[in-house]
């Protein structure tokens, strides 16, 4: 439900009350008193895929009193009857529904907006959907898995006038120290910046187990290729090393998008180029061992793994001042997830617009792909492409599995 | 080293150590510039893809075709569409591969795989913004199947165009239960039309969505776009 229909509610809810009588019992929990807005104003959510990091997420948006939690979808058993007694408890109700299938919450009008928090190979179908269905949307880091979902999710967004948050809560969290002397002009111009970040994606081969859990398979593979139940396949850990999803290429972009979404998220940000994209990706390699180098269309130069260097690590210009500039904010309280919901009310951008977001996620994936291909590529941002190369251009996607489409 | 690699690929299946496989992914990496490298490791792959190598196997060679393939590989793959098991991998090869002959061998399958198959390959045809399938794509938007219908009108708003806009609007005034997937690739035309400077193209799409018949959510899609080609034409 859009803020159209929400004020419409609100207006039918005042007129309702003034035409009929009184209902005998109108709770405080409806009507809202010092503490809680009414119901009627309140952002109503819900939230699909509520492990490690959705569970984090619906915690923050269940304790919000602005925030009416209503529905939840996971495809396992276990962590959806969880998630579920959890909103229940927190309301003292049984109202909460869970959801197996996203596709049954999504149509729900009701839902103003939902957090996404799945593994990245859904990412993109859900958010497109849920935009398609009118909810605005605050889905987690790495928003993408290739290169081809981020314009898609981000027409989608723009299409239907959807508040789209991406989900690095340290993109300004953690690197302020960074961000404000070089936006207060005190290193010059930023000549370059270095990320660490690790490790590359791996194909994930894993033998079948016997299912130990309740687990809709089929669900949690969705556009990913078919492969057997393994639980490290689809463990939710933040382990990066061959024992969780977040290992293997057919779920995630690996160290480099998962990590890399705060990383080059935060060197973007400290070097103000959140709003482009790098032109080319030079492969380099030290005593066999490669690294990258991103040349932006201002001469910024982003690197990855430089040998013998921190990670953000920043080279200015010694004895240069430039102009000081506001930085960027979240509105509204609570970090990430108040300036989503803040913006959910007033329809302004969120700091971590889809569209800032997508353009961190295809530094990752501009690496990857470098590094996959062992060599330099160039990349045009207005074409999406990589300009006359093939081979390259074959990677901007892949297929999905059936039924699942962007 | 390649010898070696390939005949561990035959055996290869779930749980197979992927340490012995690094000469083929080092082949696909060095022979970028080497026609002859490529063309002799293209070769082998078709060859594992045709044996009686497991599933695993035979993913594991789409995925390198994905990157390699060319219209030596179309007809090995073309062969896998139809089978359950392999059809999305044979898409995974055939969807990025920049030759007439894949997206020939995707439109032949439109209309020979079953249902099931059958949105996974028209979804490849739209990732490929294949023009060629419009007309395959137009039979289909009336399926029976909601699911084939559902898959041919988002391929159409993917691949874009005055042509592909034509057959979603006149699909839009009689459907019914697929009628918001037929408008959202409406406007996913309208967006890329605006985007290629037609914006007399566009404008006529948003202006026949922006009437009290549209749900709000999608007038307000259609005012927002022709707010955007005014702006643009003024």
Known sequence: ?406 | MLDEAFAILKQYDWGSDMAPLAPIEDAVALSHDQAELRRDLENRLVATLQSDASRDAKDYVCRKLAIVGTVASVPALEALLRDKDHSHMARFALERMPTREAAQALREAAVKVNNELKVGVLGSLGSRRDAAAIPVLKGLLTDSDPSVARAAALALGSIGGVEAANVLKEAAMSATGNKPVIIDALLACAEALLAGQKQTEALAIYRSLAIDDQTRLVRLAATRGILACTSLQS
């Open chain 1, 1 to 406: 439900m859009n803020m159209f229909e929400r004020t419409s509610r609100r207006r039918f809810l005042a007129t309702a009350g003034a035409a009929v009588a009184a209902p005998y019992i109108i709770t405080s929990t409806a009507l809202g008193n010092a503490d809680r807005p009414a119901a009627s104003d309140r952002i109503v959510m819900g939230g699909i895929g509520i492990g490690n990091m959705g569970r984090g997420d619906q915690s923050d948006f269940l304790n919000r009193k602005d925030v009416q939690y209503v529905a939840l979808c996971d495809v396992r058993d276990e962590v959806r009857n969880k998630a579920k007694t959890n909103v229940d408890n927190k309301y003292g109700n049984k109202d909460c529904t869970a959801y197996n299938d996203f596709r049954e919450l999504l149509a729900r009008s009701d839902i103003d907006a939902v957090h996404i928090a799945t593994p990245d190979h859904w990412h993109a179908v859900m958010a497109i959907e849920a935009c398609r269905q009118g909810k605005d949307v605050y889905c987690q880091k790495p928003e993408t898995l290739t290169l081809r979902e981020g314009p898609l999710m981000i027409a989608a967004a723009r299409r239907y006038g959807r508040v789209f948050s991406g989900g690095s809560q340290r993109v300004l969290g953690d690197y302020r120290q960074y961000v404000d002397p070089v936006w207060a002009g005190e290193l010059g111009t930023i000549k370059s910046i270095n990320v660490n970040v690790d490790p590359l994606p791996k194909l994930c081969n894993l033998p079948a187990e016997d299912m130990g859990e309740k687990i809709d398979w089929n669900l949690w593979l969705g556009p990913a290729p078919w492969a057997p139940y393994n639980s490290k396949r689809c463990s939710g850990s933040f382990s990066i090393n061959g024992a969780s999803w977040r290992s293997f290429s057919d779920y995630s972009g690996g160290g480099m998008t998962d990590w890399g979404a705060h990383h080059f998220g935060g060197a973007t940000f400290i070097c103000d180029v959140r709003e482009s994209q790098p032109e080319e990706v030079t492969y380099h390699e030290n005593s066999g061992k490669p690294y990258l180098s991103y040349r932006y269309p201002n001469g910024l130069i982003i690197y990855h793994n430089r040998p013998n260097t921190g990670n953000l690590v920043i080279e200015g210009t010694p004895g240069e001042r430039t102009p000081s500039k506001p930085v960027p904010m979240y509105k509204g309280e609570g970090g990430i997830y108040g300036d989503f919901i803040h913006c959910v009310k007033t329809r302004e951008k969120p700091f971590r617009d889809i569209e800032l977001a997508v353009n961190t996620a295809v530094v990752s994936h501009l690496g990857n792909i470098a590094y996959q291909l062992r060599r330099s590529l160039k990349w045009d941002a207005a074409t999406q492409q990589f300009p006359g190369d093939a081979e390259a251009n074959r990677l901007v996607d892949r297929a999905r599995r059936e039924p699942w489409q962007v």
